[in-house]
């Protein structure tokens, strides 16, 4: 079983810029790929950014590319999503998840096992 705990959410104006992390505990294992997805009230949970195991490859939605950054420390357990240029459309509960298979593509929520509880990002204008 592994646990995944977000941190690092907040208000912030829009334009800023925020760092959320996610600490693993448990059966961790540095193989697994990270991703971090999101969800805004009324609105279906969206996929964000996603790590390879080894953090060579990143993935990014179009609506956040070149804004945000994935990054993980394997050695800490952690990993983290830069926002900058933040836009009131980025405000969400942002989730993070971890993918032991790899049944399915980066995008697909399907293919996380295990999640976050999420915290909350607000981007006022």
């Known amino acids: 079983q592994v646990q995944l705990v977000e941190s690092g959410g907040g208000l912030v104006q829009a334009g800023g810029s925020l760092r959320v992390s996610c600490a693993a505990s448990g059966r961790t294992d540095s193989t697994y790929r990270m991703g971090w997805f999101r969800q805004a009230p009324g609105k279906e949970r969206e996929f964000v950014a996603a790590?390879?195991?080894?953090?060579?490859?990143?993935y990014y939605a179009d609506s956040v590319k070149g804004r945000f950054t994935i990054s993980r420390d394997n050695a800490k357990s952690t990993v983290y999503l830069q926002m900058n240029s933040l836009k009131p459309e980025d405000t969400a509960v942002y989730y993070c998840?971890?993918?032991?298979?790899?049944?399915?593509?980066?995008?697909?929520?399907?293919?996380?096992?295990?999640w976050g509880q999420g915290t909350q990002v607000t981007v006022s204008t």
């Open positions: 790590v390879s195991s080894s953090g060579k490859s990143t």
């Open positions: 998840a971890a993918d032991p298979n790899r049944r399915l593509g980066p995008h697909n929520a399907r293919s996380y096992d295990y």
